[in-house]
């Protein structure tokens, strides 16, 4: 059942005298590099050291990648500061083995722990400083800090500043931040790399770079053109922005029989033009039916975040969406940081100390694809859609709509391109509990199929994908000859018009392809 070619992988990779060489020379080279022989035997773990399973485990968000089929690192380093990130980098490239680099661990596909040829995996879980700046109402927020840590290190400062961050509190700074990131509140602020100030990352050279030195394309690059093409991210500095004293969530629930159909039908015309302090999330899913027995229905769930009180938040929704008939007893108020806590577990006893646990080694297994709509999908669409959800059994949708500020910030001011012109963007989502391979074929099937009814409703030319929902079924980079025409694939999807200068940066900053992935960007072919 596992393709050959990974089987002969892993002998390859677990080979004893292959990986013992590899573990001996870059280990000399470390501690040449460092100057620090002592330390750095306590930094790497090789796949004989009896830790080396639960460090690489601690932070594999996905159970699809927590199989002893799953190809796994030479070794693991786990760097404490910023000068072993250097020497890891530099003794990497000394004997030409791949450099895998993990923050938090939440890429949809492993890619920052998972590789098809040989590899050293960069931890970077130990760099987790937080300094948080209120008079300058900014923080330098290293890599391996989570989200839930940033909020909380700011809530501990001022109960009016958060960051339009992620929901996801152990989402992992270093891959959230190079790869885009939003949250609740992209409406009013944008995407989190808007709120960029500066960066400090380890170059292909193994050279430690800030905003100035690193110059403009550079830093442009790594604010959501995916960080890992262009080298290790130590820390980013961030503006913070400000929140009201008082939130309002909600959360509301509708099935078919309660007119879902003409209520997601008037979302699509809501949520993305309403007051940009409100964000309706919608979750869209296949259930069981309340009223009929054994029979299967779609329910509706909108989850909601309004920087405003709730008196106000019910005026607008009644006059702008009387059909969802929010009441007063659906919302709640909430400071900030206990709306993050909402978002997170919906639990009215969590304190936000919850927000520094960092969760270990727990996953469903899951998959995800994304899509952006543009025109509003009509009502005989989203019955065609349902019928067919209904039909496939498990799969669900997410709805987040923009609108608000995404949409005034130009497409090219960062490398996310999805602005203008886009109403929502869905997430494509399945999670099981159990392992094997007759579930997981069954539910990877599920997941594409439903990506390709909904052809018809989406972006076109190139079908756009959000990079940080990492999906290798639009396209893979084997880096080989073909590189380029491979990169400009899924490049296209992730970065439309953005993906040339990608590539013209990446040629310049890493020509050798030192820092490279699935889906990195690659260089511009080498003229003949
Ligand atoms: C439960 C869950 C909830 C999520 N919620 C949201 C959400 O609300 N909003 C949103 O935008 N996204 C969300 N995501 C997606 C998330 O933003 C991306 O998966 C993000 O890339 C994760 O960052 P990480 O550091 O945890 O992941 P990792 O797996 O560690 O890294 C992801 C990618 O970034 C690279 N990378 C990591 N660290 C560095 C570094 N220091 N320097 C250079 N490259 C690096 C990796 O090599 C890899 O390519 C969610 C994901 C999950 C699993
Ligand atoms: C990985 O599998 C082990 C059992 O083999 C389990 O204890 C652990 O919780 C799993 N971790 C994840 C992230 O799935
Ligand atoms: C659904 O819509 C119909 C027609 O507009 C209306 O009569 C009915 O009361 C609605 N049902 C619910 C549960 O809102
Ligand atoms: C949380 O509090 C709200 C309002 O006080 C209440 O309606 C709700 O049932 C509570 N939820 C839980 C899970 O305790
Ligand atoms: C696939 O998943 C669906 C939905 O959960 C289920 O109804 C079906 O029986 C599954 N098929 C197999 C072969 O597991």
């Known amino acids: 059942m596992i393709p050959l070619f990974i089987l002969l992988l892993l002998q390859i990779s677990a080979s ?43 932070y594999i968000r996905n159970a699809r990648f927590n199989t002893s089929s799953t190809p796994k690192p030479v070794l693991i380093v786990t760097p404490t500061d910023e000068t072993q990130v250097q020497a890891a980098v530099i003794c990497a490239k000394n004997i030409g083995i791949q450099l895998k680099i993990r923050s938090g661990g939440h890429d949809y596909e492993g890619v920052s722990y998972i590789s098809n040829v040989p590899f050293i995996m960069l931890d970077m879980s130990n760099l987790r400083t937080i300094n948080v700046n209120i008079q300058e109402q900014s923080a330098w927020v290293s890599a391996g800090a989570t989200l839930g840590e940033l909020y909380y290190r700011i809530w501990e400062k001022s109960k ?28 009013k602020h944008g995407l989190t790399v808007d709120h960029v100030l500066d960066a400090k990352i380890v170059d ?64 699509q015309h809501v949520a993305p033009t309403v007051d940009e302090n409100l964000f309706m999330r919608m979750l869209v899913q296949p259930v069981s039916s309340k009223t009929k027995k054994g029979e299967k229905t779609i329910r509706i769930t909108i989850i909601a975040q309004f920087l405003g009180k709730a008196d106000e938040l019910i005026t607008l929704l009644n006059k702008e969406f009387p059909e969802l008939g929010l009441k007063k007893g659906d919302v709640l108020e909430k400071d900030w940081i206990g709306s993050v ?110 990506h390709h009814y909904l052809t018809p409703f989406v972006s076109k030319n190139p079908r756009s994908a959000y990079l940080n929902y990492r999906d290798l079924d639009i396209g893979i980079n084997h880096q080989g000859k073909k590189s380029y025409a491979e990169g400009q694939v899924f490049g296209a999807k992730y970065f439309n018009a953005n993906f040339d200068r990608l590539v013209k940066v990446k040629t310049a900053v890493d020509p050798d392809n030192f820092f490279r992935n699935q889906q990195s960007i690659p260089t511009l072919p080498k003229k003949a």
């Open 160 to 187: 009016v500043h958060g960051f339009p961050g992620g929901v996801c509190p152990t989402v992992g700074v270093g891959g959230h931040l190079g790869g885009g990131g939003y949250g609740n509140m992209l409406r």
């Open 341 to 450: 806590l909402w978002w997170g577990i919906k639990d009215n006893n969590t304190t936000p100390n919850w927000l520094l646990d960092r969760h270990p080694d727990t996953a469903d297994f899951t998959r995800r694809k994304s899509d952006y709509v543009q025109q509003p999908i009509s009502k005989d669409g989203l019955e065609f859609i349902w019928k067919r959800m209904i039909k496939l059994g498990k799969t669900g949708l997410v709805f987040n709509p923009y609108g608000g500020k995404m949409s005034q910030i130009p497409a090219s001011a960062t490398p996310f391109p999805h602005r203008a012109g886009n109403l929502f963007k869905i997430q494509y989502s399945v999670n099981w509990e159990e392992p094997g391979y007759e579930l997981d074929k069954n539910y990877t099937t599920q997941i594409r199929k439903l």
């Open 16 to 58: 004893p005298a292959a990986s013992g060489s590899v573990d001996a020379t870059f280990l000399q080279c470390l501690s040449k590099q460092t100057n620090q022989p002592a330390q750095v035997s306590k930094l790497v773990y090789a796949q004989s050291n009896p830790s080396y399973s639960s460090v690489l485990r601690a």
């Open 204 to 267: 292909a050279n193994g050279k430690i770079l800030d905003k100035n030195s690193m110059g403009e394309d550079l830093f442009w690059a790594i604010r959501g053109g995916g960080a890992a093409s262009f080298g290790v991210v130590i820390a980013y500095k961030i503006a913070l922005v400000p929140v009201p004293e008082k939130v309002t969530v909600f959360r509301v629930e509708k099935y078919l029989e309660e007119n879902a159909t003409d209520i997601v039908y008037k979302w």
